[in-house]
């Protein structure tokens, strides 16, 4: 008997990062020396508080369902976090937990959007918003930034590709992969536009804390009663915490979308992973130390590779001020050395250099490659050391 796929999985891209993240590992599996810049998750353990908070759940056992939305103390730990480090206040009504942030994501998209709603998505934007937005009907609408503008888009930007279909706007700052972050100045103005248009935000904040240098990180939601009441702030504890692996993420927002949310999540997910919502609540609650320290050593980092990886013949890097990624534009690389295209570029840095980095089409940004610094630095300068001697061996002028 022929089985058919539905429609809605037919069209979608794999995913750019974890499909070259899982070819490198078969590599390394095979016994080749592949140096991974791929994956984008901290390469520090999760803190041993949190690792003793989820070993102390399961052994008074707390094992069983939780409420589809999450814990109750899950959500207090989320709303005393947003009124210490972002001032606005939320109610458990309004807050979400889900499996990851990408899976809270996937549940907006699909309890806001109807067939052609579109999504404002700016680039280079991280791989799943667009797949996501079209799972649920929805449009994605890209708006291209350059790195004249440090790869973020402008108010007038926005405004120019809102049209009477246009639902919502997502942004993610600090970004993935650019790791630029947007100014309150910037952020005011979007905001205003989204509020003569009418229109949600959803702010991803998931590197919220990663900064860098005198960059800081502000909330959308913090700038007005008008932008809190549009604003969807969709965080969690992967990056900040190093806990990728326990899918913890959450939404706070409009009440009725969130209980909207929740309902869908009842049928689909039971409820987020009891014993990572007990983890987590200690992630929120408990000592902040290994969070700053992780913030200083990836900025360390991003100040001894960065330079580096500009030297690269062809390269040409806007530096980023959050996450843990550097967004080089190779296009000059490209041509002079040869291949038809980044995917191409990168593939043979895989094959022949030995180094995994995530071509930028993934991103909506053709001339890009992504490098995540969430490595060991001496591995991040031999990567870097290969990556430079691959291009000048390669170089044809």
Not at 37 to 48: F, I, Q, S, V
Not at 165 to 174: E, R, V, W
């Amino acid at each position: 008997m022929a089985k058919q796929l539905a429609s809605r999985v037919t069209t979608l891209s794999p995913s750019t990062t974890l499909a070259i993240t899982a070819k490198a590992k078969e590599m390394k599996e095979s016994g080749i020396d592949v140096i991974g810049l791929g994956a984008g998750e901290p390469d520090y353990n999760t803190p041993d508080h949190i690792l003793e908070a989820a070993w102390r759940s399961m052994k008074e056992g707390k094992t069983k369902y939780t409420p589809s939305g999450g814990l109750p103390a899950l959500k207090d730990a989320v709303i005393e976090k947003l009124k210490n480090d972002q001032g606005i206040a939320y109610s458990r009504s309004e807050v979400m937990i889900g499996i990851g942030a990408k899976h809270v994501l996937y549940t907006l998209f699909q309890t806001i959007l109807n067939p052609m709603d579109e999504v404002i998505v700016p680039a280079p934007y991280w791989v799943s918003y667009p797949e996501q937005i079209k799972l649920a009907g929805g449009e994605p609408v890209v708006v291209q930034a350059t790195k004249e503008a440090e790869f973020k888009v402008t108010a007038a930007q926005i405004e120019q590709a809102i049209t009477p279909k246009t639902k919502a706007l997502i942004l993610n700052s600090p970004g993935n992969p650019t790791g630029m972050v947007y100014t309150e100045d910037e952020l005011e103005k979007i905001a205003e536009v989204c509020k003569v248009q009418d229109i949600w935000i959803i702010s991803d904040e998931i590197y919220e804390k990663l900064v860098y240098g005198t960059a800081k990180h502000v909330s959308i939601a913090t700038l007005s009663d008008d932008a809190k009441q549009r604003t969807f702030i969709i965080n969690g504890v992967s990056k900040s915490h190093s806990m990728t692996g326990w899918r913890i993420g959450f939404i706070a927002g409009d009440e009725e979308v969130v209980k909207a949310m929740t309902n869908l999540a009842s049928h689909s997910t039971s409820n987020p992973v009891t014993t990572s919502q007990y983890a987590a609540i200690e992630a929120y609650n408990g000592s902040q130390d290994a969070v700053e320290m992780m913030r200083k050593d990836f900025g360390s980092r991003l100040e001894r590779i960065y330079p580096q990886v500009q030297a690269i013949p062809g390269f040409h890097v806007v530096k980023p001020q959050g996450a843990f990624y550097l967004l080089p534009d190779v296009s000059e690389a490209i041509t002079h050395t040869g291949y038809d295209d980044v995917d191409a570029f990168a593939k043979a840095l895989l094959e022949e250099a030995n180094v995994a980095v995530i071509p930028g089409t993934g991103f909506g940004s053709a001339e890009t490659i992504r490098l995540s610094y969430a490595t060991s630095i001496d591995l991040l300068e031999e990567a870097v050391r290969r990556i430079d001697t691959f291009v000048k061996e390669k170089w044809n002028d």
